[in-house]
T-cell receptor, first 115, second 116 residues
């Protein structure tokens, strides 16, 4: 069965500094990977996803993630964070279980921006 | 276009009480999901539905029941609440396509449930 590991429960960074949020998944033949963001007191919303094609995917607010098949990783990066990026970030992978496709979620990483 | 809405937003129950959480979506999505979110554990799928009149068990279905009588609504019921069911509950929906679950899931704002 697929699994997703987000190694860091919290990542504190200073404003305008770069950040990387790590995500590793257990290997599978075909992989669909997602990053969702949850702002305080809100539901989750899709940040970006990898289905096929270019291994580098970008979001509209400056985040990017790279699918690395050999390292089974899908790390999220941003070159310069803003206070508005304060949120919890979840990595997810599609898996086939009990005759249906489902999303398996990581435990989440809280991004804490220090002024 | 309200997206995905959930009622209620907050609820406190006593052990053994029952309640129903309502999820509604106005995007004509086929698929709907109920998750629970607990600190340090991410999201866990409780039940889901691939269309009106259908339901299926997720990762943690015990103690919960669901119904999808109308396409736009997905109800989550707790028959006899237990303190272990204290959590934040999220409903989500997605559009049906050939590539199931590669489509974006749209989430509601959540229901914070406390069972005493």
């Amino acid at each position: 069965a697929q699994s997703v590991t987000q190694l860091d429960s919290q990542v504190p960074v200073f404003e305008e500094a770069p950040v990387e949020l790590r995500c590793n998944y257990s290997s599978s033949v075909s992989v669909y990977l997602f990053w969702y963001v949850q702002y305080p007191n809100q539901g989750l919303q899709l940040l970006l996803k990898y289905l096929s094609g270019s291994t580098l995917v970008e979001s509209i607010n400056g985040f990017e993630a790279e699918f690395n098949k050999s390292q089974t990783s899908f790390h999220l990066r941003k070159p310069s964070v803003h206070i508005s990026d304060t949120a919890e970030y979840f990595c997810a992978v599609r898996t086939y279980m009990d005759s249906n496709y489902q999303l398996i979620w990581g435990a989440g990483t809280k991004l804490i921006i220090k002024p | 276009n309200a997206g995905v809405t959930q009622t209620p937003k907050f609820r406190v129950l006593k052990t053994g009480q029952s309640m129903t959480l309502l999820c509604a979506q106005d995007m004509n999505h086929e698929y709907m999901y109920w998750y629970r979110q607990d600190p340090g554990m991410g999201l866990r799928l409780i039940h889901y539905s691939v269309g009106e009149g259908t339901t299926a068990k997720g990762e943690v279905p015990d103690g919960y029941n669901v119904s999808r009588l109308k396409k736009q609504n997905f109800l989550l019921g707790l028959e006899s609440a237990a303190p272990s069911q204290t959590s934040v509950y999220f409903c989500a929906s997605s559009y049906s396509s050939t590539y199931i679950h590669t489509d974006t899931q749209y989430f509601g704002p959540g229901t914070r449930l406390t069972v005493l």
